[in-house]
Every structure is written in structure tokens, then in C-alpha cells.
């Protein structure tokens, strides 16, 4: 997916959204897009932002105990 970014965006906050704080989503933007560490923590308007699939989390275990 694309994003474009609106005035004001901050990476890590559109990634935490986007992917509902999976871990390990934000290093995976960045890899995907090389290039935004070139630009100030607050990013411009209009920027493109690829958002790349990761695979779904899986759910925890959970122990019953009786």
C-alpha cells in the first residue's frame, strides 16, 4: 500500500496505525523505503510511504488452568 503523507506525520506514529504495533513493522517501513531517513522526524506533506504486507501475528497461547 501507498501512503501519503499529511502535514504533520510522524513515521513511527502512521506505522504504529497502520499495523496496530505489530513489533518489528517500523524496521520493515524503513527497508522498504531507503530513502526516508533522509528527511526530519516530522515528515513533509504529499511524501509517498510504501506500507508493505507483513505476514499477521499469531495469536498468544493461552493457558487454561481448569
Known amino acids: 500500500m501507498i501512503y501519503r503523507t499529511k502535514q504533520g506525520d510522524v513515521l513511527d506514529a502512521v506505522v504504529f496505525k497502520y499495523y496496530e504495533g505489530q513489533a518489528g513493522a517500523l ?32 495469536p498468544k497461547e493461552c493457558v487454561t488452568l481448569w
Do not use: S, T
Open 27 to 58: 524496521e520493515q517501513v524503513l527497508e522498504a523505503n531507503r530513502g526516508l531517513v533522509k528527511h526530519d522526524p516530522i515528515l513533509p506533506a504529499g511524501l509517498a510511504v510504501v506500507l508493505p504486507d507483513l505476514p499477521k501475528p499469531r
